[in-house]
């Protein structure tokens, strides 16, 4: 059963036909006034300008046709036209029957369901994740579960940072650094091959921690921007190990396994999980057939004894602003640079590979990079050199960006002392805040420490998720604590605790063998709520659509006002027993809308607090 949102809209359609004007501009959307009407439709004005008709003359007939309908109580005509659309309290009660019957809330399924993946996260070899990768991780995991809600069949990938010039760069630090590896390191290299009989002496790599590769790669990057020999012998290692080199390969993986470790930690206190944990070295054997195949189609031109691929179109330019200010128009975009002068493969060949590995392992119909909006020029010439190698159709590559989270004063999140903060920091000082809300609250009292623990975890990812989705994911925000870890407001704290009160409101009820029954709408704060619960198959196709959350969080929060003000007007055990089980059928609906919303959102409810 559709919405009513939809099924409304088809009336409208049907008798703007009926009256012989155009019926796609009968649109039927929620009411700005929702004090005079539930829904509203403003196609008599457009549909005036089209046919040359007075467009309160088309909305006065459009509407003599609508009267009769018996899912309407009124019809009016407003303004210079406005249609306006109230609903029977049955239509709302059989809407709300129908929510309430339905596993999924009220929401749809796609017609065609297609085959996407979702490239989000982005973590990086021998770093821990800083509040950098939050919005990546959070937004992209949202995305993930909105598709496969939808029913499109969706992976996840984590696509590691693995492979590139940050790798030689570490290589070099740590040899320089420790002796006793660079030995072995030298010893592997010449005898071009592991055995069984170096497994012991691989002990040594295990003493590098992934806090000695933090401490090593900073000023390992900042040397090699200014010390030229410096960098490129980074890049001969990059190169080297990228040939596999036995030595270079080792210490990699030890790189590799120790980060993966703690990514998988902290990736998991924020409910994000992959199907796919690839990187970038993963598609390493791909990229010699990849370069020879760029070859053979005449992609590749050398340039400076590097090879690159043009993907500008004939001459494009783009305003760009040079360094003393003055904005002139500049060639764009630069071409994709494939392998380096020293030989090695880039982050965006890379990338270009990656297009061929996952359309060989799920041949997807849509690819959604989760990456910082500053990487859009990266994506533009990537998916350039994709469509122009045919490894992807025009339009199956999105690169879907977001803004930077702030700290209080505008400027990008750091810590106190200035610093990058690290996101495990993050999720523990958003966890303290949490502990400390509850208790101001006093709340999670009567539960042991474990599951007062496991409370504060849920409260703390619903703080730092919900307030980023509630932002539309383009504009920065800032990140305020204090405010998104309070439980007034528009916040995860406080979905959180109107979930609760449903479930606890759900169990009393069970212990008292009040049974839900047919709903039946009268008062204004039930049918807001069903109106409310109406509108979740539309905001999650908007959603999906627009790639954009935050459309989904905006149902939520107010789906949870709605409760919670039917909630303070209506008694629910109180009420004579068919009124109590109506109200009971509205509560477990809401309840079941809420908790699949919030896991859309990647936020997990507790039972009580
Ligand atoms: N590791 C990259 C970074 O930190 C992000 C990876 C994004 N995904 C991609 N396919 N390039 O900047």
Partial sequence: MSDLKTALGEAVAAAFAAEGVPADLARVTPSDRPDLADFQSNGALAAAKRVGKNPREIATAVAERLKGDPRLSSVEIAGPGFINLKVADAALSDRANAVAADPRAGAETMAVPRRVIVDYGGPNVAKEMHVGHLRASIIGESLKRIYRFRGDEVIGDAHFGDWGFQMGL??????????????????????GEVTEADKGRLAVLATLGLDDLGALYPPAAERAKGDVEFRNRARRLTAELQSKKAGYYALWERFRDV?????????????????????????????????????AKALLVDDQGARIVRVDRNGETRPKKLADGTVVEAPWPDPLLVVSSEGSAMY???DLATILDRRRAF?????????????????????????????????????????????????????????????????????????????????????????????????????????????????????????????????????????VRVKSLLRRAAGEAARPGPVIVGESAERDLVLALDAFDAALADAYDKKAPNILAEHTYRVAQAWSKFWAACPILQAEPAVCASRLTLATATLRQLELALDLLGIATPDRM
């Fill in 259 to 295: 980060t993966r470790e703690a990514l998988i930690r902290d990736f998991h206190a924020l409910g994000v999980d992959f199907d796919w944990w690839k990187g970038e070295s993963d598609v390493e054997d791909l990229i010699g057939p990849m370069v020879a195949d760029l070859d």
């Fill in 363 to 499: 041949d997807f119909d849509l690819v959604i990079y989760c990456v910082d909006q500053r990487q859009a020029d990266h994506f533009e010439i990537v998916f350039r050199a994709a469509y122009l190698a045919g490894y992807a159709d025009e339009g199956q590559l999105i690169h879907v960006g977001f803004g930077t989270m702030n700290g209080t004063d505008g400027k990008p999140f750091k810590t106190r002392a200035g610093g990058v903060l690290k996101l495990n920091d993050l999720i523990e000082m958003t966890r303290e805040k949490a502990r400390e809300r509850l208790h101001e609250q006093s709340l999670g009292e009567d539960v042991s420490a474990d599951e007062f623990e496991e409370i504060a975890s849920k409260v703390a990812v619903a703080a730092l998720k919900f307030a980023d989705l509630q932002n539309f994911r383009g504009t920065s925000y800032i990140f305020d604590l204090d405010r998104f870890s309070s439980f007034e407001g528009k916040t995860g704290p406080y979905l959180l605790y109107q979930v």
């Fill in 170 to 191: 570490l290589i070099a630090a740590v040899c320089d650094t420790h002796p006793a590896i660079a030995e072995l390191v030298e010893d592997l290299n010449a005898r």
């Fill in 348 to 350: 965006g060949t890379t």
